[in-house]
């Protein structure tokens, strides 16, 4: 029997004992976890120990024909291996037409919203998904291409905590992140172990697939070792990013300051719904490093629930005095207006940020 692909995760993360849910669309990579975990979990010593099952998740995108095909041949495999299966069934073209989301950000987002129904109705505590090296080296340019900041770039997280107030907390885990498509491939033929096709997969009307079909190939002619790259780069970004949450919840406190001040000493903050907002010391922006001074402005908008770009982030910094753009001025009174509804007032000491109603 060949070696199976190596699970690059820490025992750690799981328990004997603990709900583990392989997500299993029917193609390679998931067929290949979840006879891996199977296998781990049978194995005569060092077993895992885990209760294992399986999550399905018919999008509502391809044909009925194509859909009850990969569901019957999951079905089969999970009923060959004595594991039980979640099927849960959607319709993604309904929810783009309600959000006005692309086909992959609604179809991830109603696979998600399954597994976190898994999570915290009990029915598992971890939600295991077959996400590869390629996967990842994918997500990577994507994120580059759309403009992604240091913490997009870390792309696909190996461990994801679950935890929504109330409710039981839980874990998404991607063992085989660290694993080659075409190793998995190789592994399942080896054992003469058959899987199901996503006709969508070749499909270049999707971003992910014209990155994985036309532009992956030609990086390869520069550096034949991209993909390793690129998850490199992943996992930099990754550290970086925990590297500055760390600093900056150890800072925050001591910078982000609410509401206004008034007259006399104090500060006036709101109590409406709504009408929060954070200033900050322009003095105190002032020392610090222009790395550490960006991450805090990114930061006070995300406390508001607003996400900053480069260009909004490059103007709020002018509007603080800091960069030098054309059209956004410093002087006190001075505002901007940015994305979210995310508005910015200059005041001879500070910048303010708040959220405008709709």
């Excluded at 993909?227 to 970004?237: E, K, S, V, Y």
Aim: net charge positive; proline share 6%.
């Amino acid at each position: 029997m060949p070696a199976a692909p190596t699970l690059a995760f820490d025992r750690t993360h799981i328990h004997p004992g603990d709900r583990i849910c392989v997500a299993i669309s029917g193609g390679a990579d998931s067929v290949a976890l979840l006879l891996t975990l199977h296998a781990a979990n049978t194995a005569k010593h060092n077993a895992l120990g885990v209760g294992l099952s399986a999550a399905h998740v018919d999008h509502g995108i391809r044909t009925p024909e194509e859909s009850a095909a990969d569901l019957t041949f999951v079905q089969h495999l999970c009923t060959r291996l004595d594991v039980p299966l979640h099927i849960h069934r959607a319709n993604v073209p309904v929810r783009v037409a309600q959000t006005g989301e692309t086909i992959e950000e609604a179809a991830r987002a109603i696979r998600y919203d399954f597994f976190h129904t898994l999570i915290t109705s009990g029915q598992a505590d971890s939600i295991l998904t077959a996400h590869t090296l390629d996967d990842q080296a994918e997500t990577v340019l994507m994120k580059l291409l759309r403009g992604a900041w240091t913490e997009g770039l870390s792309a696909i997280h190996p461990v994801v905590t679950v935890n929504t107030p109330g409710q039981r907390p839980g874990k998404i885990l991607r063992p085989f992140l660290q694993t080659r498509r075409a190793d998995i491939e190789t592994y399942l033929r080896a054992l003469n172990q058959p899987w199901q096709e996503d006709a969508t997969n070749t499909d270049t009307a999707y971003t992910r697939n014209r990155i994985r079909h036309h532009l992956m190939p030609q990086l390869r002619d520069y550096n034949p070792s991209i993909d390793q790259t690129l998850a490199n780069l992943a996992d930099l970004a990754r550290e970086e990013e925990s590297r500055w949450q760390t600093e900056l919840t150890r800072l925050l406190p001591q910078l982000l300051l609410p509401g206004k001040p008034v007259r006399g000493g104090g500060r006036s903050v709101s109590t409406t719904p709504g009408e929060a907002a954070i200033s900050i010391e322009i003095d105190r922006l002032r020392t610090l490093d222009p790395a550490l001074r960006r991450r805090v402005l990114r930061a006070a908008a995300r406390q508001l629930g607003a996400r900053l770009s480069f260009d909004e982030t490059a103007r709020l910094l002018a509007l603080c005095g800091f960069h030098t753009i054309p059209t956004v001025s410093s002087r006190p009174g001075s505002t901007l207006h940015l994305a979210d509804n995310l508005r910015a007032e200059r005041s001879p000491r500070e910048i303010r940020l708040y959220r405008q109603k709709p």
